[in-house]
């Protein structure tokens, strides 16, 4: 069990955690960054399961007054279920999630949904917390630019003098990215986003990309 | 074979085309038909080939979560080297020659994820220590009436065994159901110049064992790839499928167990007349071989399904252990002929590279030659079913790669570059399994399993 302390919360995982497991936690530390959020959480209690639709993917959040638990499987007392397309929750208009168990559980239900879906700082803060610790690693690009298509601006991340590698996609792609909602390399195979850099790069790129996204 | 013979080796012998056959880091062979003509001009370097091969998992998806630097930038080629004493007369097919072959960059480097290349390094770390080895295997594999297109169709379950479904071993009447198959395995086996030592029924469905005769470490790993090959062409010939995977379905599973005997000018180092007083080079091998057994799992059990098979009271150790002639334990010294003794390594998988689960074993036995590790006591009990407290094996493949990262020993041996594609290489294969499809609550073999292993490792 691994645990990660977030103000007054205390977030855990399982023994040898899934990636769901972690993507989980990844995402409520995320939450608990927000004080009313953290707030929320810290005094929420019950289990709240999300599955996938279209995988075995699954894990459950128990919340339990401070203390977080994220472990593998939909558990038998479960307050809450969401089932959701795991592979679609990221899209601009995501299919509704099927939901079970908001009758008895409201609030537990509404927590749920707004700390699976933390909020961003805007996909210029999340960039450059995407790349802090990237220029540190010798394999990385010197520099990235990033270029926002909603409104053609363009911001450089590390040396501007030694752009090694561009991003162009829309806020709603970059956010995705840099907020881990998605994975770097997928998404330009996905044609999500557009690059223009070396395949290393992007290799090393994409695998910052999965440690956001897996909260390492 | 010197090079300059090799044109008229290919004239004498009537070959028209070459198949090479290099070594994936999963263990697959890889390589292509080429012409004779090609084959001579391409020497010494050998045919190019792009090096997605040693870049891609084994479902075909490129690694593209690191990058190592032996890797080129753009997907170029890599080189196919022959080893030319492995050039031998294709046993199956007319005119055509079979060589097995280094991976290695334009400069004739080797690239570090050969796993060929990978042991021949530590068998060279091992001679400049005074010492030579010897290698014999195991392998145990299933055989399935079905063909292997039947087999897909019916998503490998419900396959019906080559014998009667007992749980014996040994069993002359399920052998007799093996027999045309397995007199065509030998057969070509003996074309191939693969001694086998000998076969029989093994305890799961449609099981056996295959033993080939000791060999230096390189040839013994270059039999067992050569095996494998021969054990899934000449299934597929007879309309049958045949698997290697550690565990296809919930009986018994599929091992490959490891035998080797070390000797310094000329005297087995590992002989001990009364089984238990070991000499200290012995002591200190096996205790380097313990102390570097939870991270030689990573490569001793490679895939997500490797782990299925390590339970107890199944034939697979479950903690890290050693004793004289105790199959429950890891490490299964066999001391007391002079002639004979050696060590069994019991941990792999019939998934497992065999290079790769050699170049562990020698490298555990080195690094407690140069550090002079004691080894523990031996386990004088039965391995399975001890209590928590005991020193476990890794259970998962993320497990089995954390005790990998944290390893200095083998990472000495095997050196960084090696080690750093491997952990990254079986961490992917963990998110690939979680992330594709593989339900991590299964206690079962799962569909993902069966799919991405059963025919091809």
Known sequence: MSVDRSGPLRIEVEDDPTPIVLILAATLRRSARQPKLAAAMA???????????????????????????????????????????????????????????????????????????????????????????TFANPKAPRGVSVTCLNDASTQTFGDPDTIEYEIHGTEHALLNVFCGNTVLGQDLLDGKIRAVGSLPHLAELTGRSIAVMLGA | MDPRDVGQWLETNNIRWVKTEGISIDGLVIGKHISREK??????????????????????????????????????????????????????????????????????????????????????????LGYTAKAAFEIEAMLFSQSPASARACKYRNLTAMGHPSHLGYLHYNSRHQLAYIDAVIERLDALNISVEGWHDEAGPGQFEINLDPADPLTACDHVVRLKQVLREVALEQGHCVTTMAKPNEEYGNGLHVHHSLSRDGEPVFYAADGSSLSETSRHWIGGMMATLPAATSMLCPTINSFRRMVGFAAAPTVASWAEDNKSTALRVLSRAPKSARIENRVAGGDANPYLVLAAVLAGGIAGLRHRIEAPPALHVSGWGLPDGWPHLPTTITKAADAFAHDTMLREVLGESFCSYWENTRRWEWLMFHTTGGDAEATNVTQWELDRYFEIV
């Open chain 1, 43 to 133: 005094k929420a209690k019950g289990n709240v399961a999300m599955k996938s639709s279209v995988d075995p993917q699954a894990a459950t959040i128990r919340f339990a007054r401070g203390t977080i638990t994220v472990v593998r499987g939909v558990a038998s007392d479960a307050h809450v279920i969401i089932e959701a397309d795991v592979n679609k929750m990221a899209d601009e208009n995501p299919p509704k999630p099927k939901v079970s168990g908001i009758a008895g559980h409201v609030r537990l239900a509404l927590l749920a949904s707004k700390v699976l879906e933390p909020p961003n700082a805007g996909w210029r803060n999340e960039a450059t917390a995407f790349f802090a610790p």
């Open chain 2, 39 to 128: 084959f001579e001009s391409a020497l010494p370097l050998g045919n190019a080939i792009a090096d997605l091969v040693m870049g891609s998992d084994l479902g075909g998806t490129p690694y593209l979560a690191w990058w190592d630097d032996w890797r080129r930038d753009a997907i170029g080629d890599f080189h196919q080297q022959p080893d030319l004493n492995t050039l031998v007369v294709a046993p199956d097919r007319s005119r055509t020659a079979n060589v097995l072959c280094n991976t290695v960059n334009l400069n004739g480097e080797p690239v570090p994820a050969c796993p060929r290349s990978t042991l021949q390094r530590v068998v060279q770390q091992l001679g400049e």
